[in-house]
């Protein structure tokens, strides 16, 4: 085992932190967004699905459940293109390959992406019965996922795709040890390797999303997807207090390159979204994703490893008056 696993599980360990909401509290991030296959990418999803993993410390061995919240397309939340005539897939996998299949990790839902076993799927369309109301998916057994020795537990997977229509699906999850009423799993996590998502469209709220810097990683590429030109997007970390990194406009991808300090690595990194003032920039959807300069992607999680990165002011560097 390298250094960066047995860190990694150190801070697992250590912080016995809660799961969970997914987007999390402090990532401020109203809903994941998926669109219908059929949908313009200029909505601001580049490709209709979103994998995100969920994370099961080795000590709970107790049933648990997925459960997702407004996941049909129609009423109150979702963003209506035209009719509502969205169709989008939940489809939960467990077993070998979830998360150690190559194609699992990638940004793009090509190849063996859907890799492992899967326990359970429903589609859903417009659908009353579920607007602003939890469907639950479970029980599962933390048997059923797929034991990885660097995160100290077991990895389920779930993808949300949008298989036909054209408006945009928002939900969230949450990863709950009771069916009727969301209650947190002690040690656990989510993560996902490209983040589809709304903004709000308050413009003094900022999101937050957290990729974890390992020790291999001395570029760091940024890519982000229809921003809009919807203000900043601000890097913090250790090292950074602030860093501006370049933004997209209307359906295309940016690519901005960061040189990772030696202070940086095997940290978490705080990307804020920081909306536009004026004008607001209203239904902003925005998908961002970061790999190192082997071109491996890397993890966002929503509860950050190490805690919520603070910039740390070095005393070694001499203000001059
Ligand atoms: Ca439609
Ligand atoms: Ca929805
Ligand atoms: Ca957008």
């Known amino acids: 085992m390298n250094k960066i696993n047995i860190s990694i599980i150190f801070l697992f360990v250590v912080l016995r932190i809660m799961a969970q909401p997914v987007p999390n509290v402090d990532e401020n991030i109203p809903y994941l967004m998926t669109f219908g296959g059929e949908a313009e990418t200029s909505w601001g999803d580049d490709d209709f699905s979103q994998a995100f993993f969920f994370l099961i410390p ?179 970390s250790r090292a950074r207090q602030g860093d501006r990194i370049d933004i997209s406009g209307e359906d295309h991808w940016t690519r901005d390159d960061l040189k990772i300090q030696e202070e940086e690595k095997e940290s978490s990194f705080d990307f804020q979204f920081v909306k536009l003032k004026s004008p607001v920039v209203r239904n902003n959807n925005v998908v961002v994703n970061v790999r190192n300069q082997y071109g491996e992607t890397l993890p966002f999680y929503t509860i950050p490893i190490g805690g919520v990165p603070k910039y740390q002011y070095d005393p070694t560097i001499v203000e001059l008056d």
């Open 58 to 236: 080795e000590d709970y061995t107790q049933p648990f459940f997925i459960k997702v919240f407004d996941p049909d397309t129609g009423g109150k939340i979702d963003e209506i293109a035209g009719d509502w005539n969205t169709s989008c897939v939940y489809e939960v996998y467990g077993g070998e390959g979830v998360w150690s299949e190559v194609d699992a990790r990638e940004t793009s839902p090509t190849g063996n992406y859907k890799s492992g076993t899967l326990l359970a799927t429903k589609t859903f369309a417009e659908n009353p019965r579920y607007d602003n109301q939890w469907y639950t998916f479970g029980p599962f057994n933390p048997a059923q996922g797929e034991y990885v020795e660097m995160f100290g537990g077991k990895v389920f997977k779930v993808i949300c795709e949008g298989i036909s229509g054209d408006d945009g699906n928002m939900y969230r999850y949450y990863l709950s040890t009771e069916a009727e009423t969301n209650r947190p799993l002690e040690g656990a996590n989510a993560f996902a390797y490209e983040y589809s998502f709304r903004m709000h469209n308050d413009e003094n709220e900022v999101s937050h999303i957290y990729p974890y810097i390992d020790d291999r990683t001395i570029t760091l590429q940024i890519l982000n997807f229809d921003w809009d030109m919807d203000g900043s997007i601000v890097v913090i």
